[in-house]
């Protein structure tokens, strides 16, 4: 029989696959076409070979075997240890790929681990921050008074290995892209339930209709105001909702006004942090849709509270006549008491009937008190924060220690015209500033007299907006907190997650927060040197 020589029937696979019976039919298939040969022998699987015994090998076959050369067997030999070897790489080169995969997907797991956790730590900062806020507005020098700055820490603020920063507000920021670090004065801003239609329309960005919505969604009829919405708007929206016709329980509740926008509410300050970021002054570039004029106008929310008020149960009623007597003779002594208390038509003490009575002239407000009582500013100061001329609780005026000029602008007396005047006056005076009188002198005495019902110099509820970081500066959160400390301990009434509104710490902390990193890895024992920025 004469096999053809191909390379595959030269081994002895082909060979020992075929009986007496079959090899034949190959020789007769291999003349017929040598070609055809490798078909028939195509099918028959190795394990058919090892079943064939030595003993149904035909001689001429054995004879071929045996004297096939090593030559023509080693090729073959070496071929199968080839793939054997690529075979092997391959399994080892799946191994080496699942190792990495796995390796860095542990590496993200571990990560992001980490990042939780430093979540978690900032957190526990913020927590940790309104203790301390709490501790700072109990202990505050002049009572209902917004903490002066050098009193507290109020930046960077360690706790274990995370830190916090209490973002706020100030006409002391020179920069309008540095966030301004402190508390926030609640009763620096207007109370949308208490302020008049005229004193809204005077806001930024305000218009008459929305202005008029406002007044039409807190007040208790459903009698549209000029430009207003009751519920036949709210009725034809989809969702269709009802005109809630009574006050507003937050800020966040102007979403709900018909006429709100985005860039109304916000304004150019989406992050709601009082600092020019980058994205706010780029134009259409990235959100928001600025008017790219370097300059922070932000939207109405960042003047408006639901929360200011003034809590009067302790204090001496001006117009109580011998609670006001005892006080300012407390203070004064019985003669300039008795000066004092003649202006009001109060008979001297020694004509004054025991118990009270006598006709005495009722004042609506202290600022009023302190004009008809002739007090100089000192005076004023001395019995300022006993003092009041209602006893029950006050909402919505307005600190114009603390307010911003916008905020200002919009009180009766004071207007747009005066308001920068105002804010003029006050910078730089820290010792006048401990009443409400300054502002006789600030704007005049009719002026003052108009603004002095919705004005004070007092304030009890404050805002911490806490920014936090975990260790390695990462897991940043934000949380903003509304303390009420007209009652003592101060409580917590509102809180809200900004996290979601992104970095808002400005770029200065970043870069120096970078910086950091980049020396602690040179050396691992250095601190933080963000204590520098405030
Ligand atoms: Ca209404
Ligand atoms: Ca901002
Ligand atoms: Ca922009
Ligand atoms: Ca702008």
Redesign the pocket.
């Known amino acids: 029989m004469n096999l053809p020589r191909s390379p595959r029937l030269s081994c002895n696979y082909p060979v020992a696959i075929l009986g007496d019976g079959e090899a034949d039919r190959v020789g007769q298939a291999s003349r017929l076409s040598p070609n055809s040969l490798p078909a028939v022998t195509k099918g028959w699987p190795p394990h058919k070979a090892r079943n064939c015994g030595p003993e149904r090998i035909s001689k001429d076959v054995r004879d071929r075997r045996d004297a096939c050369p090593t030559a023509s067997a080693r090729p073959n030999a070496k071929r199968e240890r080839g793939s054997v070897l690529i075979i092997v790489l391959w399994i080892a080169f799946g191994l080496v790929t699942l190792a990495l995969y796995f390796a860095n997907s542990m590496g993200m797991e571990l990560r992001a681990a980490d990042n939780r956790v430093a979540g978690l730590e900032a957190e526990q900062a913020i927590d940790g921050a309104i203790r301390y806020v709490s501790k700072v507005i109990t202990n505050v020098v002049t009572p209902g008074t917004l903490p002066d700055i050098e009193s507290y820490q109020r930046s960077d603020v360690p706790v274990g290995e995370a830190s916090f920063w209490f973002i706020g507000r100030s006409d002391e920021q020179t920069s309008s892209e540095q966030v301004y670090f402190g508390l926030v004065d609640e009763a620096s801003k207007l109370n949308l339930n208490t302020a008049t239609l005229a004193m809204l329309q005077l806001l930024p960005r305000m218009t008459p209709e929305l202005a008029a919505a406002i007044i039409d969604w807190r007040d208790s009829n459903s009698d549209v105001t000029t430009g207003g919405a009751e519920d036949e708007i709210y009725q034809r929206l989809s969702p269709a909702y009802r005109c809630k016709n009574a006050p507003f329980d937050s800020v966040d509740e102007l979403r709900l006004i018909h006429g709100t926008t985005a860039e109304t509410l916000f304004g150019?300050d989406p992050n709601r942090n009082g600092a020019l970021d980058p994205n706010e002054?780029d134009g259409d570039y990235s959100p928001p849709n600025?008017?790219?004029?370097a300059?922070?106008?932000p939207g109405i929310t960042e003047y408006l509270t639901v929360w200011s008020r003034e809590s009067n149960v302790s204090r001496t009623n001006v117009n109580t006549q011998t609670n006001l007597a005892s006080l300012l003779l407390d203070k004064f002594g019985a003669e300039r008491a008795n000066q004092i208390l003649a202006r009001f038509g109060t008979p001297p003490s020694t004509n004054r009937p025991p118990g009270g009575g006598g006709t005495t002239r009722q004042v609506g407000n202290l600022i009023e008190f302190f004009v008809v009582g002739q007090l100089t500013q000192d005076e004023f100061a001395q019995i300022y924060s006993d003092i009041t001329a209602t006893n029950t609780t006050v909402l919505g005026l307005v600190n114009i220690n603390t307010a911003s000029e916008a905020v200002l602008a919009c009180i009766p007396g004071i207007g747009t015209d005066k308001a920068s005047t105002v804010v003029a006056y006050r910078q730089g005076k820290t010792t006048q500033l401990n009443s409400v009188a300054w502002l006789v002198e600030a704007v005049g005495q009719e002026a003052a007299l108009q603004a002095a019902p919705y004005v004070t110099a007092r304030s009890s509820v404050f805002t911490a907006d806490v920014a936090a970081l975990g260790h390695h500066d990462r897991g940043y959160r934000r949380i903003r907190h509304i303390i009420d400390n007209a009652e003592s301990p101060p409580r917590v009434v509102y809180r809200q997650d900004l996290s979601h509104l992104g970095w808002a710490l400005g770029r200065d902390v970043r870069e120096q927060l970078e910086l950091d990193r980049d020396q602690r890895a040179i050396n691992p024992n250095r601190g933080s040197s963000l204590t520098r920025i405030r």
């Open positions: 150019d002054n600025d008017d790219r004029n300059r922070l106008d």
